[in-house]
T-cell receptor
């Protein structure tokens, strides 16, 4: 069974703090996507990483793909209430047609 | 460009009934996927349709079925509803079937089975 573990499952911090969310697996991914889902809405794609060691930045969000392409992290600098949501990672494995989804990290940023 | 539209937004059914959910993809997108989302379980893949053909199916019982029409609109049907079917059902469209292709999700249908 291919699993994608996300940690932490829940994080509540104050506005202005930094945080990191992790996505780990024993499987090697050909690509990995990060989505953010706000209450009452569907997930929205934030970024896709495809190369081991790749780093992508989206304003205050920094995404990194592990060198071995088995893990990824999302770092948020100076978190803001608008960052609140459920962050999901999804990986593509060559042996599986479907995306493998993590269970998500629920992030709450308090003003 | 209009996004993915799912109807209805909310649905309450009783055990044993059946339900049909509808999804209109982004114009020009021919791939439609369906997911079940429950708290703490992440997204569970139900099936994917491309050009009216089911391309892939997840590990769900036969009570879950779907179809896609020539205009790429898709419907999902669940028969003989069980309490455990209560979930948010999400539809996503994509311009191609590649796993790296971005998925564009609708806002989901919240199904409650009592």
């Amino acid at each position: 069974t291919q699993l994608l573990e996300q940690s932490p499952q829940f994080l509540s911090i104050q506005e202005g703090e930094n945080l990191t969310v992790y996505c780990n697996s024993s499987s090697v991914f050909s690509s990995l996507q990060w989505y953010r889902q706000e209450p009452g809405e569907g997930p929205v794609l934030l970024v896709t990483v495809v190369t081991g060691g790749e780093v992508k930045k989206l304003k205050r969000l920094t995404f990194q793909f592990g060198d071995a392409r088995k893990d990824s992290s999302l770092h948020i600098t100076a978190a803001q209430p608008g960052d609140t949501g459920l962050y999901l990672c999804a990986g593509a494995v060559d042996s599986n047609y479907q995306l493998i989804w993590g269970a998500g990290t629920k992030l709450i940023i308090k003003p | 460009k209009a996004g993915v539209t799912q109807t209805p937004r909310y649905l309450i059914k009783t055990r044993g009934q059946q339900v049909t959910l509808s999804c209109s993809p982004i114009s020009g997108h021919r791939s439609v996927s369906w997911y079940q989302q429950t708290p703490g379980q992440g997204l569970q893949f139900l099936f994917e349709y491309f050009s009216e053909t089911q391309r892939n199916k997840g590990n769900f019982p036969g009570r879950f079925s779907g179809r896609q029409f020539s205009n790429s609109r898709s419907e999902m049907n669940v028969s003989t509803l069980e309490l455990g079917d209560s979930a948010l059902y999400l539809c996503a469209s994509s311009s191609s079937t590649g796993r790296s292709s971005p998925l564009h999700f609708g806002n989901g249908t919240r199904l409650t089975v009592t």
